[in-house]
Structure formats: C-alpha cells, structure tokens
C-alpha cells in the first residue's frame, strides 16, 4: 500500500500517542497507578494523548482546525480542514485493562471526510482510509461482510450506562434484534466496532448518542470499505444526530427496518 503524505503524519502522530497509551495501560494492570486512583489516571492519560496527537498534527498541517474529545474545539487560520480526534476511544475498557480501545483520527475538508485512522495500540491493529482510496488493516485491503440473512449475522450495539440515555429503548432494541440474528455483541469503544465493520468481522453495528470524534474516522472506513452507514432514519447524517447504523447495504436496510420504528 502507497501511503500518502498526509497518511503519513496521521500514522507518526498515532503510533506515538498510541505508545505512550500503552504504557500507560501497563501501570494500570500492574495497579501502579498514583493514590488519587485509576480514573484520574485515565483521564491524564486521555489527555496527554490529545496534547501529543495536536502537537504532531498541527506541527505537520499548521492552520487546520482541531475538534477533540479532551481540549475542546480548536480554530485555525485554514478554515476548510478540521481534525476530529478521540485521543482515547473505549475508555471505561482501558480503565479496566481491557485492550479494546483506539485513538480514532478523522479529518474533514469543507465538511467531507476525506481521511481517517483508527489505531489499538494494545494489539497494533491500524486501520486507515482516505476518500477514493479505499480501507485497509495495516496493509489488508478492507471490504464489509457480504452476508444478506440476518439469522447469519453478527452485530454489534452499544448501551448506555449509568445515567445515559433511553435504557427502555435500548432493551426494546436490542429484544428485537436479538431475535433475528445469530450473535449480538457489545465491546464498548464505538471507533472499533465501526472498523470491525469495515474489516467484515461484524456484519453490522448500532449505537445511539454518540459524538463526532467516535464516529469521523469509521464513517469513512466503512464507506471506503463499501458500507452503508447513516443515522437510525436510514438517510440522515450520524454526524449530525450522533446515533448511528451501518453494515452492507443489505444489512443496513434490515437494521433501519427493524431500529426505526422502535424510537417512537
Ligand atoms: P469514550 O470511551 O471515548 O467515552 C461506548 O458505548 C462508546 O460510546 C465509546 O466509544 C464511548 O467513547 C462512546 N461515548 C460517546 N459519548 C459517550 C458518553 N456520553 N458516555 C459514554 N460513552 C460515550
Ligand atoms: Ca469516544
């Protein structure tokens, strides 16, 4: 695979940031974290990672715009490129030493996704895509699943947590997909489950209430990887409602069928 410049920059800037993310994940398996507790660990980590990721990606693309999950929204002189970064996708899975978790790095340009990357660097899985170019895992070429049955598909949701959300619909939803398929999963970091959809590991994925940087990067992986992905109407923009549906073109029609009439 020929990596253009800008995939350069944004590989340099993850593999460094995703290093530093796997130490950090060390010290909280060995419990040497400091006596304020791993949480604010976590959230210190989080945050160093979003300092390194800018750093780096302003250093290479002075100007851009920046949007991330820990610093805020950052303007720049160049107002057509902005970044949409979550240094630390999966949180609650690296406070608990469970290696699902990402840096996602996604970027716009006059509002179209144009590039985006979604590395784990608990086990070196990077995923990255640009418009036109296609997806890939490290070197792999990515396409979705091609499974059209659903009693033959895996799917993946999230859940809302303590004090999150419509808990009541969630059941309502997950009911009646359960019904229908032949495994329901929740892994717990949004960025993943849309490259695992990508890579054709999951057939299909839904999550509500989700922000910008959980989705940016995915929304192009699965699209380059010949995806469907939208809003739960089937139609609208996820960046735009934060709930989001995606899968072949097949499964995604299901999914919209069956998830659409349970908002009311
Ligand atoms: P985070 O780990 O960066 O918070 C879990 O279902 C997924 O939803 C994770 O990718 C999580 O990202 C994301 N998410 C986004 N907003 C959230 C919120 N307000 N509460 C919990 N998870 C959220
Ligand atoms: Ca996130």
Known sequence: MLQSA???VMVKAARRAGRNLKRDLGEIENLQVSLKGPANFVSLADKRAEEMLYDDLSKARPGYGFIGEEGGSREGSDKSHTWIVDPLDGTTNFLHGIPQFAISIGLQREGVLIA?????????????????KGAFLNDQRLRVAGRRQMNECVIACGLPHIGRGDHELSRREMTAIQEKVAGLRRF??????LAFVAAGRLDGYWERNLQAWDMAAGILMIREAGGTVSGIQGNDDPLKTGHIVCGNEAIHRELVKILKPLEA
């Open 6 to 8: 800008l995939m350069n």
């Open 116 to 132: 985006g990357l979604i590395y784990n660097p608990a086990n070196d899985e990077l995923y990255t895509a640009e418009r036109g």
């Open 188 to 193: 717990g970091a949004a960025s993943l489950d």
